[in-house]
């Protein structure tokens, strides 16, 4: 089973954690090996790309409009095998957004401007995930870890 797109479930459980201030979006991403169009034959470009060259194509056309939502990239890297983990499962890119609140990444990804260039990110990847992350307020920090 793959993972593409938020279910309504899923959506139904982030509002209900009520995660107060900025979130961060963990992103772990598998890129296909040739970039599949075929949900939006708009975006299609002119000869076949990679997964890869469509995930660009979607960074390029998201950054401005995540860095106007008040959102920022905060990592973009290469992925791998797991050191702890399962060793079957692997991940090309590993990515990490911040926006300032819940509802600022729900107005960021459901604008229409961002929707008309979406299709590059499904077009791109074979398998996702997504975890919100909200810093610890039960008295653990990376502070406190240091200490």
């Known amino acids: 089973m793959t993972h593409l797109a938020p279910t309504d479930a899923s959506a139904v459980a ?3 954690r009520e995660l107060r201030g900025e979130v961060v979006m963990l992103n772990l991403l598998r890129l296909r090996q040739t970039a ?6 708009a975006l299609y470009p002119q000869t076949p790309i990679s997964g890869r060259e469509a995930f660009q194509r979607y960074i390029d ?20 095998a797991f050191f ?16 300032r609140s819940v509802q600022s990444f729900i107005d960021f ?3 229409d401007a961002y929707l008309a260039i979406a299709g590059h990110r499904e077009a791109a990847l074979v398998d ?3 975890l919100p992350l ?14």
């Open 84 to 99: 702890i983990g399962p060793q079957d499962e692997q991940w090309d890119l590993a990515m990490l957004v911040r926006q």
């Open 109 to 111: 990804a459901t604008d």
């Open 14 to 16: 982030l509002f209900r």
């Open 134 to 147: 909200q810093a610890t307020g039960n008295g653990l920090s990376a502070d406190s870890v240091r200490r």
């Open 36 to 41: 599949d169009y075929s949900a939006h034959p």
């Open 61 to 80: 056309h998201t950054l401005p409009l995540l860095r106007a939502s008040g959102g920022e990239l905060l990592f973009l890297g290469e992925g791998g």
């Open 128 to 130: 996702s995930r997504l």
